[in-house]
């Protein structure tokens, strides 16, 4: 509790002198055709996710080794992945401050996915989805490095509206905590309990602040680090020799269940611009809470409507294992969820 507490409250400290630096430097997220807010908007808010974290598991390190005279182990793999999550925070800060062509993004975060394979770290079992089971090391790593990339830009395309990329990402980050709790890996849970501790803090200003006073979002800065620390815990929790080889359909469905929405809805808009002959990443108004505001509801109210769908989703797969249902029939039911939501959601804006 006290590495997340003073993660709060250092955001909470910090944040107010970053929404005064980015008016003094003009650092702004600007309105375009994707994009809800109509005025110019402070955008460095996720500046602090990354150095806030950091302080939260140093201190949470000091206090577990507190008392005692054991040497906290380091692997050539941890220095690896803090070196990714280094890429993709300084790609995203840069991106933020100057601007960034979206081919050397994608680029600076492959490189950082391929950290992962190359820590061992990746999806090696199915465990039954799509008829599979164990995977070749040919087959798992470009799955691995594909999943990644798809969550990290997931994360980062989902925020759109306040408060929606946080909030998902608070539910995620605890849920890990708690499961890495069950199985008695202190190290992820200070993880994710330091960035969850980070994101409350950011949430304050950036769904009670006040436009022109202390407002401000998170940019790629934030988002892309959110994306590639859950795509790391994602991973982490499903792979094969974590757990009972028993029980891996429930991690490997536990961390699907945990980024499905983010993922189908990016997957969605991407091949719908595709089969359009438009550019992938093209700027519009077609993500989930964009046509959930299309029905006439408010930016907050299609916040709470994404978060009781994601919370409904969660719940229904979690009835649905536990009642033996097949690792399939469970997915698939998630999809025609998300679809029969979307399709009922456009035909009522269509009336409005």
Same mark, same amino acid.
């Given at each position: 509790?006290?590495?997340?507490?003073?993660?709060?409250?250092?955001?909470?400290?910090?944040?107010?002198?970053?929404?005064?630096?980015?008016?003094?430097?003009?650092?702004?997220?600007?309105?375009?055709?994707?994009?809800?807010?109509?005025?110019?908007?402070?955008?460095?808010?996720?500046?602090?996710?990354?150095?806030?974290?950091?302080?939260?598991?140093?201190?949470?390190?000091?206090?577990?080794?507190?008392?005692?005279?054991?040497?906290?182990?380091?692997?050539?793999?941890?220095?690896?992945?803090?070196?990714?999550?280094?890429?993709?925070?300084?790609?995203?800060?840069?991106?933020?401050?100057?601007?960034?062509?979206?081919?050397?993004?994608? %680029? =600076?975060?492959? @490189?950082?996915? $391929?950290?992962?394979? #190359?820590?061992?770290? !990746?999806?090696?079992?199915?465990?039954? +989805? &799509?008829?599979?089971?164990?995977?070749?090391?040919?087959?798992?790593?470009?799955?691995?490095?594909?999943?990644?990339?798809?969550?990290?830009?997931?994360?980062? %395309? =989902?925020?759109? @509206?306040?408060? $929606?990329?946080?909030? #998902?990402?608070?539910? !995620?980050?605890?849920?890990?905590?708690? +499961? &890495?709790?069950?199985?008695?890996?202190?190290?992820?849970?200070?993880?994710?309990?330091?960035?969850?501790?980070?994101?409350?803090?950011?949430?304050?200003?950036?769904?009670?602040?006040? @436009?022109?006073?202390?407002?401000?979002?998170?940019?790629?800065?934030?988002?892309?680090?959110?994306?590639?620390?859950?795509?790391?815990?994602?991973?982490?929790?499903?792979?094969?020799?974590?757990?009972?080889?028993?029980?891996?359909?429930?991690?490997?469905?536990?961390?699907?269940?945990?980024?499905? @929405?983010?993922?189908?809805?990016?997957?969605?808009?991407?091949?719908?611009?595709?089969?359009?002959?438009?550019?992938?990443?093209?700027?519009?108004?077609?993500?989930?809470?964009?046509?959930?505001?299309?029905?006439?509801?408010?930016?907050?109210?299609?916040?709470?409507?994404?978060?009781?769908?994601?919370?409904?989703?969660?719940?229904?797969?979690?009835?649905?294992?536990?009642?033996?249902?097949?690792?399939?029939?469970?997915?698939?039911?998630?999809?025609?969820?998300?679809?029969?939501?979307?399709?009922?959601?456009?035909?009522?804006?269509?009336?409005?």
């Amino acid at each position: 509790m006290i590495p997340f507490t003073i993660c709060i409250a250092i955001a909470l400290a910090v944040i107010p002198f970053i929404v005064r630096m980015c008016y003094k430097h003009e650092l702004y997220d600007m309105p375009n055709s994707r994009k809800i807010h109509k005025i110019a908007i402070p955008r460095l808010g996720g500046i602090i996710f990354m150095p806030v974290t950091a302080i939260g598991m140093l201190v949470g390190l000091l206090l577990m080794n507190k008392g005692h005279n054991e040497e906290v182990e380091f692997y050539l793999s941890s220095f690896l992945m803090i070196v990714g999550a280094m890429l993709i925070y300084i790609i995203g800060l840069i991106d933020d401050i100057k601007g960034l062509k979206a081919s050397h993004k994608f %680029l =600076i975060q492959t @490189i950082a996915a $391929l950290i992962f394979p #190359l820590c061992n770290l !990746m999806i090696n079992n199915l465990h039954g +989805l &799509f008829g599979l089971y164990e995977l070749p090391l040919w087959a798992s790593y470009p799955l691995t490095v594909f999943v990644i990339l798809l969550i990290v830009n997931a994360m980062n %395309l =989902i925020d759109g @509206i306040d408060g $929606l990329s946080s909030s #998902l990402s608070i539910i !995620m980050l605890l849920v890990f905590a708690f +499961l &890495f709790h069950q199985l008695n890996a202190p190290l992820f849970v200070l993880l994710s309990v330091s960035l969850t501790g980070a994101l409350i803090g950011f949430f304050y200003y950036n769904y009670y602040g006040r @436009i022109g006073k202390n407002k401000i979002f998170m940019g790629d800065t934030g988002s892309l680090f959110i994306g590639f620390v859950i795509a790391y815990l994602a991973i982490k929790y499903q792979m094969k020799g974590w757990v009972n080889i028993t029980n891996g359909d429930a991690t490997l469905l536990t961390s699907i269940t945990l980024v499905f @929405i983010p993922c189908i809805d990016v997957t969605r808009v991407a091949l719908t611009r595709l089969f359009k002959g438009k550019k992938m990443f093209a700027p519009d108004q077609t993500h989930i809470h964009h046509i959930i505001m299309q029905m006439g509801l408010t930016m907050h109210h299609a916040l709470y409507t994404i978060i009781i769908l994601y919370i409904v989703i969660g719940i229904l797969n979690w009835g649905l294992y536990v009642s033996n249902v097949n690792i399939n029939w469970i997915f698939l039911t998630d999809i025609l969820i998300y679809f029969t939501f979307i399709w009922s959601a456009k035909k009522i804006g269509e009336t409005k």
